[in-house]
């Protein structure tokens, strides 16, 4: 299938579905798309979904770019975040009018690139201006390559990291002899045990919090960390097949009910319920992605720190993670100075990204990963290392940040982590939720 044939089948088949209410508005950036109008208004057009401090952040990135580049102008458009935005930048490439730079999570990147919505890294110049994979943490730029070709430059992995109080740490005697960091923890029986030192000898009222009820998304990838400690991807063959080893599946709800059912871990437990637990200091651990740290510096009370996981079931320590990532939209049309301006853009972007680490995200640019700026912070530079075990979201079309996917999967992990579905059972439930995902048809030829 040509590059031209998979964009309008997706398009026809995916775009689609979160078209409604999108339109109302001719300026807007998926109205433009459509109808094949979006004026180049700026040298660089960027699409991104950031909000909060995260997007407080990238406007800071993109006006040292604009302060180093006065003669290039950089107009920026906030998309709501997961499928609408996916939606609407699949639209716009699909029409022939898309930014020159948009933002993709590298779980998502299968299905941009075999539907021909994306420029091969190495067409963009980007290589010329120093952007090449050993100036990058290798988990992430090996995500960024499908079937061989890269398709995107990593701004950093976000991973899944473990929280800890310190002061109830202190009291459970879990600091190690500097009183920087944990003691090492390594295997199921020294983390249960860490567990229960902080609900038994310090006082907590639970060992460890993570938010549940309603949450599919952080249930899977809890899920997903402690079974790819001992199995590969839940599906293979570009999402096609159920690769589910049930041992694993039955040994890691076995653990996690291990949390559970003892009352050192809530059964049930919405994210205000897991924040408020943490803050307070009733729960020693708190299981979370690194995004909520900026959060938890705003409760004064609270003194806490944040490393990768131990390995648990498995020998090695495993870090379930994503990245947000810079990708160049395909556009024939494209002038090669609005390219090169875009890969300029892009380099920025880069060379700024300790901004990018204030809200917790580890740089996926070594220079900026080495550099000071981002050494002296704290306390992201003490789970550095769960971005080089990084374990992403298995590839297919179907799989990857915000998706029915992890939404799916999720909530079965939900029932098993309540206790309302036993280790056994969970092995069937589960392989009937991937079927309904790997037998559906794809939108575009996956390979």
Known sequence: MSGAMARRRFLALGGGLALTGGLAACSSPLASGLTGSQPDTADVIFWNLFSGGDGANMVLMEDAFRKASPGTSVEATVLGWGNPYYTKLALATASGTPPDVGIAHLSRLPLLAAAGLLEPVERTGLPELGVTADRFTPAAWQKATVDGTVYAVPLDTHPFVLYYNVDLARKAGLLNAAGDGLVPLKGKDDFLAAVKAMKETAGAQYGAAMSITADPSTAWRCFSMIYSGLAGPVVTDSGTRIALDAEAVQETVAFLQSLTAGGLMPKNLNGSGANALFSTGKAGFLFDGEWQIPSYRLVKSLRFNVVPFPALLGPKP??????????????????????????????????????????????????????????????????????????????????????????????????????????????????????????????????
Do not use: C
Not at 354 to 378: C, M, N, Y
Not at 410 to 429: F, Q
């Open 318 to 447: 495993v870090a379930y993670a994503d990245s947000h990532a810079l990708v160049v939209p395909r556009n024939d049309r494209r002038p090669a100075a609005r390219t090169r301006d875009a890969a300029r853009f892009v380099k920025s972007l880069l060379d700024h990204s300790a901004v990018w680490a204030e809200g917790g995200h580890i740089p996926a640019w070594l220079p900026t990963q080495r550099s000071k700026a981002f050494l002296d912070q704290s306390p992201q530079r003490n789970y550095v290392r769960a971005a080089f075990d990084a374990q992403y979201d298995p590839a297919a079309w179907y799989t990857g940040a915000g998706s029915d996917f992890q939404s799916v999967v999720g909530g079965t992990v939900i029932e098993a982590i309540a206790g309302r579905l036993a280790p056994r059972a969970a092995v069937p439930a589960l392989r009937s939720d991937l079927k309904r995902f790997t037998t559906a048809r794809p939108p575009v030829t996956m390979k």
